[in-house]
């Protein structure tokens, strides 16, 4: 395979496997019948155009596809758009599969599923400890394999792992200095927090709003988890309703979708570690695409600003 | 008994059995002690100051004690208050309780089960009609006890069940107008929405928020109790999730608590009907209490507003 | 004639009368010019091309012109347009006339009149139903012909007495459950309240805003009237003011083009029966063109939601 | 008589006339009735108390009676506060009445007279010069004895005519300096703005809000005025209407109450004019009041701001 | 030269000498490339599209050469466009130079400059004439070749000192109403106000945001240069203070970019003052341009609203 | 001396030295004088009484002088008051000073010296070290002994040096989990973020606003300091234009009175560790006070919120 589509620029012939992540028929304004393609492979996207496409097209060039692209690289509306010169789908001898095409974290998954055994070996309240692990064991497949969001941030498989992971190596560090935050508390919401993506989202490779989790929200629906795994375990004790709490209110802000805000020391810390790495890794992604002593891109959840990236830092 | 606290004027003399609600010891700014009392019966309450209080007063004159007061009444900051000249506690031979000084729905409990009863049997779709049942026979004690909050609208003993039964004779007449309404999980949802307050208060006579109901609150405790409902019935269709749906969103927007802002039309109705009962129980309490052609004092939930009371209104 | 464009899928052939709305001379991206209209019949509406457009068809192709149109359906961002083969204007014995085009409420007019004759039999206070009567009969014909918006809601011929009819029937309802309110003020001032939208607006056909309604408001043009009705009936009473407020108060917010927030309990029962009346009615548009479950599209005055539709409504 | 109430430190002794502005019957924390009076002369207002009052004293001591108080100045809560010793009603051979008792304008209701008449001579447009002067006329008494408001700025004797002075001054320097501006639409405008405070405002003495004032407001009110002008004048010409939007607009927000914001020029340049004017009283009124080198009190309507005096303004 | 591309109606042919102030190559819908244009002369701007754009035409016309231009002035969603037939770099012989085409403050700088010593010479106190006179002469040559802003108001050559002198007459004559105001803070406050724009601002001509401008702001940029002024000058009064905060506040709001809120009475007038100016400016462009009786396009930075230009204002 | 005033209950008597921080003169609701104290040692302060207060009493006990007193407490408002029976002034003998009085950080300030200087040592750009170097050492000694705030958080005597080794300590920890963090760069933000604040209080051990700081404000202040410090130490990099960024922007939007929200990615963490440290150390402060099961007083700054401090914290 090539370095990747996102190392191409304007001009350049592509020529490669690509999966298709979307695709649109349209009309130019023209009249005529054209295919809009969305392509991806693990580097980044492109938007393509199939002109002139034929009935059979449409069958052929679906999302969940791969396919062996020829074309120019293009630009529309300031993008790079691909003009698709030939285009068939992979076949048997290609030795290409879907998992080559996505997004990954920078992280294995080993390593993910270590550090979080670690921190769960940190922990010294029984009853978090258990309703952790049980979390943890339950929906192992998942918190391995879903994104933490569908775009913004930790938009990757293994993304919520890795947004864990680090939240709890930033509250590892915050409980050393302030010796008085309830470190086991803290833990445990953060592993918590967004396990209700897994029901909000509906798979971990192209994953949309389910259903249920427009109606009801990844937050609701990580309380009936921690009161199921309470139920199964048999706790009783308040550390059900503080970890419930911390979930409930991590979003800090009733506006921000919390229908309590944090009142516990713990959920207060919570929803800063993960506004920090959020917001850490929107940053990071932009400044790395952006030359040292230029702008970024306005990021649109970072309430649409753009960064500079100084020339100092490189030294 | 007089006919009660309610009724009485600046310069009248007060003589007769009151129920301690609050009791606060305070030191008065010539640097003597007194007692600050707030008492009531069924028709309402007043501040009472017991000067010169001494230090038996305090055992004898707490929350919860009937008392039989003589004293005249003045006024402070525009307020009534109750000076004391004479107080004891209420003795066996009194013949009072405490559930005569408490204010209660003004229809009786009889009529609000039967109504519900009623509004339940009109209800189509089995799975609402089995949840909705069963929650009205689970919390039937608390459900005809409790008021539907501490102060502002429907707070007296039934005040719950009076505000439900209430919004579900809106609901039937605008099911009447608009026939493309639900009618079945617009009733549901009116029952459900606000039975998490039997967990979020302390108890139906003088409610205080429980610690639960201050990290959690009364809509994501209902949620589990549907999910509850829904486990033990077992009951599994689509309903399951829009009642949940209806009871996180019934506050309307996420300023005022909903996780989730309306996204099915009968949760957009259940929010209209629980904001026209609230606002027309306010306004009724407020204009009561005012003379034709004059504005009630502010009401705070509705915005500090006054409201005038037309002359011609009384025609 | 056909069963009505708003039945026609992508890739079907249309050939029927449409009413032009709208009319504009564009060029394409290659350069040639095209017009592009906007044609409707009583079912709904649709975007059309007409490519390679002469000079003379400007002339023939205006606003307000019936044509018999051949041609292919579409799709453009994801919205039907339709592809002209053949346009011509209607002729004598085409036998189509512009208010076959346009689109009526879903009730007669004679029911209508027939409504607010008993509405207004129902009041009981003299000085209010004069005042009402006098409207109903001063405005009669623009009554029964004028929308009640622009978009969004009511937004057809007569929409403006269907809003009224339909809140007058929960206003009566309303009344029956709480007896102290005061029915006949509420009456007069639903009538009244949007009145003004008939000066504000230029016609009931294709209404735009008049320079007078862009510089005054529906509100400010109608409380004017009230005075005048008044002034020419010599009545004096408290009514007038009474029914002014409830005209001016009734966007219930400042933010919202009210001067003055309610103030009086029948202004604040009004504001509340319109935002019922205008949200299910464009709750109910939406939801009768989506599928069960699945959700509509976001509907921009209901906050940009979407709603569901839930699969067992169907039952 | 002394020099005035405003002149006096804590400590000292006052012994002459003042105006009751607002008398109160209050119980103290020990026990005793005293009277809550607020007295003013000419040149301020001071808080006083007269412990130990009778019966008769609520009697004699009313609102608008003039009395010859001796007593010393403390002070409660930061602020100055009569102590009385000895208090009577004025008799006839004290010769002092009402108006010496009340603020006035800086400037005598002549040279107002003289300004407003000076600036209509200016106006060109013969129906705003009509409708201007016909205003003027119908109103002449209380247009030079209301306040233009109850409090904050512009709440003495003449206020009213006093506000629309300045501004015409200031409308005059800022159309010579943007020769577009429609100096006659906005002469005008600030002439008819606030007249509707006529009918808001009970009397010019001692103002409060007529139940009118509180459910229509003035602008509402002056509106109609407008309107009832234009037909007696038989005036049909654009300006009407444009008076009209002035008015309405010329709080600048809906948020502010106005129903419109302004849509046009003047309108926008009335609302500027109007804020500095009454900014710039407030501002002075404050600094007036203190030492250069200090700030003022927090003026409530500039955002509760105080205002530094700089030392080299006294230069 | 002709009249300039102002205009020219759609339909006209153009044949004139244009600067290129944007150069963008596209791709069009049907793959080929072009040159979208921006094209100016001292009246107006349009966009122009150069279809079929050779390799070469990319390095002949690019932002800041001044082109000869043959083409038909067409429309493209709702805006003039030019097509281009003919284009050609202007030469030697043709007797043009860009700032030619650059549009101008409508008064000489020669004035500019005459007034703004006029209004120095009137300040009476010492040190904040020297902070002046010292700025005027610091930054002379920028003084009176900035713009004001890059769009919406002042976005001209010599636009910066055209609005200083515009602010300084209206601030002469808000003194001469209000004597309480130093006027010699006001001015010294109007001259300095925008003067960071300098640094803020990459060049006169087509000014862009500088990196510094960007990150610090033209405030606090001036802060720092009245800080250095005062070094220099060795001024030390409670002047250079109270000129910082002018500087620093004139936003009037810390929304708006000022980190203080107004705290001296010159501060607030000076924001109003500003207010005033860039608001009478952009109104007085868009109604310029519209025919009496009709409305204006939305104006942005006033809140989006549409000026109406009345029909009588032209008698 | 005794354990410290924050250890007593209402009912105890206290005898021992106290610091004056605050004296009243004023007027008690029966006419009689009496001086309002705030009294302090190092755990904690009291609101006091000295009735009948005599004219030498306001000589005697002033701000700052100690006092040795003897009294009561009790209770007023909810809160406690010391009712002073026998109050001196404190004697040569009596070996009291004043700074055994104020609050003081939990750790020493050789630590907090030592601490900054490691900090300082791990930095490796030698612009920012630079920079940096020259603040701690031009402004040692108020570094060492000003609050960070007057009240909330870290408003004790060094505060403002433990704010910033606290904060330090986190970006250690941070810049660890992201390497692509400057290390440099955020730690000479945090050291110069605050250092205004030396400027805008008047002193570290009773610390007010001083005009210029009420004027300017410490971020302003502090960026003309860190111009200063380039100037003197002649260093001309971007990193100069980088720092003011972070002083400017720390605040993190206009609301909270920064210019310019965080645009380089060091900024927006410099913001969430100011957040995070101080909000830590408000909740730990309530935290501290309140019994284990209950909630703390609510938290102004902490948008007034309570916290629940968890039973099961203690195991």
């Given at each position: 395979?090539?370095?990747?589509?996102?190392?191409?620029?304007?001009?350049?012939?592509?020529?490669?496997?690509?999966?298709?992540?979307?695709?649109?028929?349209?009309?130019?304004?023209?009249?005529k019948p054209f295919l809009a393609l969305l392509l991806r492979d693990g580097t980044g996207e492109i938007d393509a155009r199939l002109w002139a496409a034929k009935k059979e097209d449409e069958t052929l060039f679906k999302k969940g596809v791969i396919v062996k692209v020829n074309g120019e690289i293009g630009q529309f509306r300031n993008k790079p758009q691909l003009k698709i010169h030939h285009i068939r789908q992979a076949q048997e001898g290609?030795?290409?599969?879907?998992?080559?095409?996505?997004?990954?974290?920078?992280?294995?998954?080993?390593?993910?599923?270590?550090?979080?055994?670690?921190?769960?070996?940190?922990?010294?309240n029984a009853n978090l400890q258990r309703l952790t692990r049980y979390f943890v064991k339950e929906y192992h497949e998942e918190l391995f394999a879903y994104p933490a969001a569908?775009?913004?941030?930790?938009?990757?498989v293994s993304g919520l792992a890795h947004h864990i992971v680090t939240m709890l190596r930033l509250a590892r560090e915050i409980a050393g200095i302030y010796p008085e935050v309830d470190k086991d508390l803290l833990y445990a919401g953060i592993i918590a927090h967004d396990l209700g993506k897994i029901r909000e989202l509906s798979d971990p490779d192209s994953p949309?709003?389910?259903?249920?989790?427009?109606?009801l929200g990844h937050i609701s629906m990580m309380v009936e988890e921690v009161e199921k795994a309470a139920k199964e375990l048999q706790i009783e004790g308040e550390e059900v309703m503080?970890?419930?709490?911390?979930?409930?209110?991590?979003?800090?802000?009733?506006?921000?979708?919390?229908?309590?805000?944090?009142?516990?020391?713990?959920a207060e810390i919570l929803h800063y570690i993960d506004m920090l790495d959020s917001r850490i890794q929107m940053m990071n992604n932009a400044l790395q695409k952006t030359k040292p002593g230029t702008f970024t891109e306005r990021i649109y959840p970072l309430e649409q600003r753009s960064f500079y990236k100084p020339a100092f830092h490189s030294e």
């Open positions: 395979m090539s370095e990747g589509i996102a190392h191409y620029q304007v001009g350049e012939t592509f020529d490669d496997f690509l999966l298709i992540t979307s695709a649109t028929k349209s009309i130019a304004s023209n009249g290609d030795n290409v599969e879907v998992k080559q095409f996505v997004e990954k974290a920078p992280v294995s998954v080993e390593w993910l599923e270590e550090q979080i055994k670690e921190f769960m070996f940190e922990m010294m569908t775009r913004n941030h930790h938009n990757y949309t709003y389910t259903t249920e989790g427009r109606l503080a970890l419930k709490h911390l979930v409930l209110s991590h979003h800090g802000k009733n506006e921000w979708g919390s229908p309590k805000t944090p009142h516990i020391r713990e």
